[in-house]
Nanobody, 124 residues
Framework: QVPLVESGGGLVQAGGSLRLSCAAS????????IGWFRQAPGMEREFVAR????????YYADSVKGRFTISADNAKNTVHLQMNSLKPEDTGVYYC?????????????????WGQGTQVDVCS
């Protein structure tokens, strides 16, 4: 098991910013992949961003490119998601997932470990 704990969600006005954190405990390493996903009510979980724990590569959904930044803090075993210029359509529960090794796509099924999620609400 790899316990993951998300934090940093909240209510923000459109155009505002939030910084989400995903803290990992247990066995992780620089070759592990961490992904951020979000899920709106009645919708499937959708990919937002992913990185390797070393932070050497990052990928983003087209809908968040230029607004969101994923980064890894190895010293604290935490991956952050900085979200700027938030829009109402960014509203949802944000989850982080972890996988040992690389992922080769953006599907949630790549990740066997998940946190409990943190709620993000963006009002217009």
């Amino acid at each position: 098991q790899v316990p993951l704990v998300e934090s940093g969600g909240g209510l923000v006005q459109a155009g505002g910013s939030l910084r989400l954190s995903c803290a990992a405990s247990g066995r992780t390493g620089k070759t592990w992949s961490i992904g951020w996903f979000r899920q709106a009510p009645g919708m499937e979980r959708e990919f937002v961003a992913r990185t390797i724990w070393s932070g050497s590569t990052t990928y983003y959904a087209d809908s968040v490119k230029g607004r969101f930044t994923i980064s890894a803090d190895n010293a604290k075993n935490t991956v952050h998601l900085q979200m700027n210029s938030l829009k109402p359509e960014d509203t949802g529960v944000y989850y982080c997932g972890a996988k040992e090794g690389m992922t080769y796509g953006d599907a949630a099924g790549w990740y066997p470990y998940w946190g409990q999620g943190t709620q993000v609400d963006v009002c217009s």
